[in-house]
Nanobody
Framework: QLQASGGGLVQPGGSLTLSCTAS????????IGWFRQAPGKEREGVSC??????YYADSVKGRFTTSKGNAERTVWLQMDKLNADDTAVYYCAAELRPTCRVNPASLYDYWGQGTLVTVSS
């Protein structure tokens, strides 16, 4: 139902775009959140998008851009100026809510498999 893709290896300072295919979700009704989990760390809410706007965590604000295509039922996470702290498995998740938030993550009912992003030289 939800599939995150686009991860890979990128050098510090580089860019990467993740995609979340939400083929069975009406993006006018559902919020889509991006989360990440690095080894040994807790899951972190990165960004989310809904019909009422976009939210970014302070750790990615100004570097990451979330957008969505309702017709495509896809959400993109454009990640720029990547650094080692961005290395993690990234997940997308869906919540039936017109205004999104990323905390707590337990609000999200549907989760996709993650995609690994590694920032390293």
């Amino acid at each position: 139902q939800l599939q995150a893709s686009g991860g890979g290896l990128v050098q510090p300072g580089g860019s990467l775009t993740l995609s979340c295919t939400a083929s069975e979700f009406n993006l006018d009704l559902y919020s889509i959140g991006w989360f990440r989990q690095a080894p040994g760390k807790e899951r972190e809410g990165v960004s989310c998008v809904s019909r009422n706007g976009v939210y970014y965590a302070d750790s990615v604000k100004g570097r990451f851009t979330t957008s969505k295509g309702n017709a495509e039922r896809t959400v993109w996470l454009q990640m720029d100026k990547l650094n080692a702290d961005d290395t993690a498995v990234y997940y997308c998740a869906a919540e039936l809510r017109p205004t999104c938030r990323v905390n707590p993550a337990s609000l999200y009912d549907y989760w996709g498999q993650g995609t690994l992003v590694t920032v390293s030289s």
